[in-house]
């Protein structure tokens, strides 16, 4: 089974920064797929950014804002948010894939005041 846990979301001005993480627990490997996603009020659940053994990807919305990463000994992602705006506000969700099938944690809130 496999569990993951976020922390890091807060209230932040406008310009601001936040950084999440995400502990995996359960068996995981490097080359499980990990990212965040999120979802604000009345709008559908969205990728944020993804990171493989092969790269990361980002949302057009968040690149040269955002950066993801990893640290493997910790089976921990991170989430570097850089020059926050209103419209980031959203439950940020972590998100791992493993043969098949897909792992969520249980969501962090980030607001983002104007």
């Known amino acids: 089974q496999v569990q993951l846990v976020e922390s890091g979301g807060g209230l932040v001005q406008a310009g601001g920064s936040l950084r999440l993480s995400c502990a995996a627990s359960?068996?995981?490997?490097?080359?499980?797929?990990m990212g965040w996603y999120r979802q604000a009020p009345g709008k559908q659940r969205e990728l944020v950014a993804t990171i493989t053994s092969g790269g990361t990807n980002y949302a057009d919305s968040v690149k040269g804002r955002f950066t993801i990463s990893r640290d493997n000994a910790q089976n921990t992602v991170y989430l570097q948010m850089n020059s926050l705006k209103p419209d980031d506000t959203a439950v940020y969700y972590c998100r791992l894939s493993r043969w098949g099938m897909a792992y969520w944690g249980q969501g962090t809130q980030v607001t983002v005041s104007s």
């Open positions: 359960g068996t995981i490997s490097p080359g499980n797929a």
